[in-house]
């Protein structure tokens, strides 16, 4: 759950103030769940974005770990995301400042004309040579659910978490990649497989997901057998996490995913 701007300490408060100048309005970010505080901060200085998380007194917590990542990997690829400027570490609490990039969120409904928009960023991320900052491989964040996860793994850049409040598309036409704390390393035709769900939360049916899929050579090429793996993978992470957090907006997500793995089953 999102923390307020005010649970912030005076020291954390004051720390960033010393970076944008007296701020005059904070306001919270309307999606996003990796930083307990993400908002637009309005001061002196200018505008800009801030995410935040408490730190643990023994070790980084997953938000904390998040922001590390984050503030490593987005100075490595400026063509895609909004320019990293500040972070402090102060009163208990990591902070980072990004660029403020004033923009809408993606539409990925049938016919948008963003989905042409998220295809031209999708290719652009996979002609990308990985950063050597990117440490985290994809395969590891599936190992829990199966035994044998090779075939997802690879060595190409991977955001992992295209969904459309994480494209951000401003009014001269350019679009920004936000959220790169998963970024990971492994097969290229991951990236479309988690774009997948997104798209059939959008309204599409697995069929015409897929059918917007098959414009990735990556995605064609790739071992049929090794993306019915990855389906059935996603379908049971997300019970999983659903019987977790049963009270989240999570079980919506298991229909999805077991939605592209019944289809993928009936191919």
Known sequence: ???????????TREAIEDRTGPISDVQPASAGIHADIASTVHAACGTTFVKAARKLPDKDGSEVRSLRREATITPCVPEFA???????EAGGWLVLGFEYVGGRHADYAPGSPDLAVLAKT???LQNTACPDVVEMRVERRWGAVADDVSTIAGDFLLHTDLNPANILLTSDDRAYVV??????????WVEIGQIIPWLIRAGHTPAEAEEWACRFPTWTAADPAAIDLYADLSAERWLRHSAANPTSQVPQYVTIAQRWADYRRSL
């Open 122 to 124: 999708v290719h652009q």
């Open 1 to 11: 759950m999102r923390s307020d701007w005010d649970e912030l300490p005076r020291e």
């Open 82 to 88: 909004p320019r990293f400027l500040w972070q402090i």
């Open 179 to 188: 959220d790169w704390g998963f970024t990971s390393r492994g097969a290229p």
